[in-house]
């Protein structure tokens, strides 16, 4: 259509050759332009689009990063726990169950041990592959980076203040036998 005109335009003389020539030339020029443009863009928002994409691999491996540095510090938090308050003491000949996994295991301690075990004063918790037996706030704290770890802590001592509170107010003989 545009080389109707541009036909008409010449032979009504309004134009002359050189000037329908550059201005094709003209045109032709701009839509090679914006076709190498569109190209250019393309690759541009490809590239960005790349950038953006390696971004958020690179957000989520450091974000991995960290959640295994912070796993690793919390377990060296709990075996310096363990290491600095486990009972040396607590070994004896009296068994002490309890069960891991439905399995019933069984530790030997002493029966002063045995007792506080079952009042709540001490409490078994996992080092490595080993049981032992630390004091039960010193479990609370290991039960707060990683409740897995501590595997025995009974909560007998509420119970028993409350026992006690019900037959505070009677007296023992003292001759009493049991």
């Not at 134009?15 to 030339?25: A, E, F, L, S």
């Not at 030997?108 to 007792?115: A, F, L, N, T």
Request: include cysteine; charged fraction near 35%.
């Amino acid at each position: 259509m545009a080389n109707a005109f541009q036909d008409q335009f010449l032979k009504a003389g309004l134009v002359d050759k050189n000037k329908v020539d550059k201005v094709k030339r003209k045109k032709h020029k701009s839509t090679k332009q914006h076709g190498k443009h569109k190209e250019v863009d393309e690759n541009k928002q490809l590239t960005q689009k790349a950038m953006r994409e390696k971004a958020e691999r690179d957000r989520e491996l450091n974000r991995q990063k960290e959640e295994n540095a912070q796993q690793k510090s919390i377990a060296a938090q709990i075996k310096q726990l363990i290491q600095m308050n486990m009972l040396d003491e607590a070994e004896g000949d009296v068994d002490y169950k309890f069960t891991v996994d439905n399995l019933i295991k069984t530790v030997h301690v002493s029966e002063k041990v045995q007792q506080q075990l079952s009042d709540g004063r001490l409490a078994i918790v996992r080092l490595d592959a080993q049981y032992v037996i630390v004091p039960s706030p010193v479990a609370e704290k290991i039960r707060t980076r990683d409740e897995s770890c501590v595997l025995v802590c009974n909560d007998n001592t509420a119970n028993s203040d409350d026992q006690d509170d019900d037959y505070a107010k009677y007296q023992i003989p003292d001759d009493l036998m049991w």
